[in-house]
């Protein structure tokens, strides 16, 4: 079974983060049910639109398709909790791997863009994980990485066969060999994998960067990330 890692970023001017979600093929269909239900659900106990997407900033703020539970923060926060319920049981692994932007500005004369440090060091560690579900490589179980359309996708395409060409950069460097070129990039409204996502590399930036005010968003945010927790296989933010 070939495993589809969908990536994702969530970013400040302080910090820069992706997530990789992973799991066979055969689990994202499941997992797209899974959310299908969701929204059903939620559009019949609220006025959200029944093609709504799951956004970690717009459904944890009340914008967008999610405006209606404006100010409403229990009920998002569950919404958020079913989506990564539905994430963790169906046995999607997370990868979580961030930079401190402003220490490396501060460190290289010349720094590399912080997506491109990133997704280097996300990269290296979703061809880790192949390797450890394989441990024999074949063509059928190599990973279908599936990234968020950026303004810099064709940069990536570039940087990423120069990876397999000549390896990434840094003391871990490797040739991405079971990763599959090339990367793809799709609309995260027309796929679940990336609003998974998202909502991983939200949350985990969220976490990392602000502290909640309140003693109840502290409780939410604490039960959002105890589910995040449980299906993270690595997660670090590196500071230069």
Request: hydrophobic share 40%.
């Amino acid at each position: 079974m070939a495993l589809h890692a969908y990536v994702d970023e969530s970013y400040d001017s302080n910090f820069y983060f992706i997530a990789a979600a992973i799991a066979p093929e055969e689990v994202w269909d499941d997992v797209d049910s899974d959310l299908e239900a969701i929204r059903r659900r939620t559009a019949d106990e609220h006025p959200t639109p029944r093609d709504a997407e799951f956004h970690g900033y717009e459904l944890m703020g009340g914008r967008g398709d999610w405006k209606a539970l404006r100010g409403k923060h229990r009920e998002a926060a569950g919404i958020y909790r079913a989506c990564l319920l539905a994430a963790k049981d169906r046995g999607v692994t997370f990868i979580l791997r961030g930079v401190d932007v402003h220490r490396l500005n501060a460190r290289y004369r010349y720094p590399d863009q912080p997506h491109t440090v990133v997704l280097s060091h996300l990269l290296e560690r979703v061809n880790e994980f192949a390797r450890y579900v394989y441990p024999h490589e074949t063509e059928n179980n190599k990973v279908l990485v599936v990234a968020d359309e950026i303004a810099t996708q064709k940069d990536d395409l570039a940087q990423f066969e120069a990876y397999q060409e000549r390896g990434t950069n840094g003391y871990r460097s490797s040739k991405l060999e079971r990763i599959a070129a090339p990367i793809y990039f799709e609309s995260s409204r027309e796929m679940s994998g990336l609003q998974v996502a998202d909502l991983a590399a939200y949350l985990h930036r969220r976490r990392s960067t602000v502290e909640e005010r309140t003693a109840a968003g502290r409780a939410a945010q604490a039960r959002l990330c105890a589910v995040l927790d449980a299906c993270t296989r690595h997660h670090h933010t590196w500071v230069p």
